[in-house]
């Protein structure tokens, strides 16, 4: 407890914010819930909502990589534990892709966007859905690491797989207007 405590003491300095409140509950094993309040310029939020039918869907960040860590760790093989430590630690330690999305806003680039904790294919179907719009997805060969493709040729499996459906990447999967990307690959 002590060293979840002062982990999270660390991470909420690291990323400027205050951890306040609690409510402690008899239970046979340790839980933990975080809500996170903040606030937002509304002229630079980026909803779920505002993709419209010819814009390109993007991601940035890890694709499959902590559903790959996660499946490491249940297998509890030491020696691919070892191998595929960026797998381990996207699952571990995924990055928030705070500075990203604030410019994608600010800039005015994403029509819309949400994380990807739930996957690119479900991610993909959210914006769709709300968007009321459909969606194609087609993974270039760059949209992975080297370390999943690695995993998953020793897996057997295809490496699109985990990119398309793992979860908990916290990435941000985001459309962009096709008239916007030259400034997105600018920045």
């Known amino acids: 407890v002590n060293g979840f405590l002062n982990r999270l003491k660390s991470e909420a300095v690291r990323f400027g914010i205050t951890v306040a409140g609690g409510n402690l509950a008899g239970a046979r094993e340790n839980h933990f819930y975080l809500t996170v309040w903040g606030e937002a310029d509304p002229s630079k939020l980026v909803t779920r909502y505002g993709a419209r039918p010819g814009d390109l869907i993007f991601n940035a960040g890890p694709l499959g990589e902590a559903a790959a860590g996660l499946e490491l760790l249940k297998s509890g093989n030491k020696t691919d ?9 996207s699952f571990w330690r995924p990055e928030p892709m705070l500075r990203e999305g604030r410019l994608l806003g600010e800039k005015k680039i994403a029509s819309a966007m949400l994380d990807n904790s739930d996957g690119l294919a479900r991610s993909a179907a959210i914006i769709a859905g709300l968007s009321k719009c459909r969606t194609v997805l087609n993974l270039p060969e760059r949209a992975a690491s080297k370390e999943l493709k690695r ?18 990447d916290f990435g941000l999967v985001f459309t962009v207007p096709g008239r916007k990307v030259p400034v997105l690959k600018k920045l």
Do not use: C, N, Q, T
């Not at 995993?151 to 908990?168: C, F, I, N, Q, S």
């Open 81 to 89: 534990i070892k191998k595929f430590k960026r797998l381990i630690k």
């Open 151 to 168: 995993y998953a040729v020793r897996k057997g499996r295809d490496w699109r797989a985990y990119a398309l459906k793992g979860g908990e």
